[in-house]
């Protein structure tokens, strides 16, 4: 029957494995205290932190947090990284390194995303690139992206001022033409008939006038 300080150990490390992003597991056997206390910060680094656990009291606590799956990693003496922050990477390069510093130290597996990793698959992490270096890559093509939208914007603008001072330039002649097209019109116009000059008109077409007649005297 587990006795009390376990059952506290135990309560402990579920709550290490359920707070955790992921968890590598490695076997440390032929290190000194002094390599697992210098491994031990160098994974402050990143965010982890290794405690050397009893395999019987890490399998329980992970079948409580319902992992089932690192019963067959757990053999030989263990110690789990707990990586505590987001980059899983970073922890996993920090244990390779420490592996070539400490041939001792074998990465064994581990779990993450909700399955367990092998070997191979825990060691494949360190290959990848970090997140800090992903997230610089994104932050240059977003930078490059951003700065030809700039570059597209900044042309439109200019194509449509030069279009706007064109558009001003050819306004006072196109008035002027218009004036000039109006003036035109004004002159070609015919005048009303009623201010026409009379046209002349031959002598004898001309009405007489009717002679007054010398009054006849009264007989007498």
Known sequence: MPNATKIERVSELKEQIEGATALLLTEYRGLTVGEITELR???RDVDAS??????????RAANDAGIQDLDELLAGPSAVAFV??????AVAKKLKDASKQFPSLVIKGGYMDGAALDAEGARALAELES?????????????AEMSRAAAAFVAAQSQFLSLLEAYKEKLPSEEAEATAEAADADANEEPPAGDAPAAD?????????????EPQQEEE
């Open 84 to 89: 505590n922050g987001d980059d899983v990477v």
């Open 50 to 59: 290794l405690a050397v656990i009893k395999n019987t009291l890490m399998q």
């Open 201 to 213: 008109t031959p002598e004898g077409d001309r009405p007489t006038e009717p002679r007054a007649t």
């Open 131 to 143: 997140r800090d270096a992903m997230l610089s890559k994104i932050a240059g093509l977003m930078k």
């Open 41 to 43: 910060r160098s994974l």
